[in-house]
C-alpha cells in the first residue's frame, strides 16, 4: 500500500487518511469525524471522485478526493463504514471503459 494523503485544508478540518493500494485495486479514504453524528455526514461516489460532506452545527464542510494514480475510475465495490466517529470509505479502482489494461 502506498499512502497518499494530500495536505489538509483549513475547508475540511477533520484528519484524513488516503491510501492507494494498487495490489487490491482499492482506495481507502478514513476520516475522524467524531463526535460528528452518522446522520450528519453524507458520502457520494460518483465514477472519478469521492464526495464527503459533513454538517457540524450548522456549518457544512466537504472534501473532494478522486482516484489515485490519476486515469483510474471508481468501480461498482464500494463501501462507506461508520464507526465510533471514524468514517472509512472503501472504493474499487480501475481503468475507464476502452483504456485498456495499461496504468
Known amino acids: 500500500m502506498s499512502p497518499a494523503s ?13 491510501v492507494y493500494d494498487g495490489t487490491a485495486d ?21 465514477a472519478r471522485r469521492l464526495r464527503i460532506t459533513v454538517d457540524r452545527d450548522g456549518d457544512v464542510v ?9 486515469g ?4 461498482d465495490d464500494r ?3 461508520y464507526n465510533n466517529g471514524v468514517l472509512t470509505v472503501s472504493l474499487e479502482t480501475h481503468a475507464p471503459p476502452g483504456a485498456g489494461a495499461k496504468r
Do not use: Y
Open 6 to 18: 494530500p495536505p489538509e485544508t483549513a475547508s475540511f478540518p477533520f484528519p484524513t487518511q488516503i
Open 79 to 81: 463501501e462507506a463504514v
Open 26 to 46: 482499492r482506495l481507502r479514504v478514513t476520516v475522524d469525524v467524531d463526535p460528528t453524528p452518522a446522520d450528519d455526514v453524507t458520502v457520494r461516489a460518483g
Open 62 to 70: 466537504k472534501r473532494t478526493v478522486t482516484p489515485l494514480p490519476p
Open 72 to 75: 483510474l475510475v471508481f468501480g
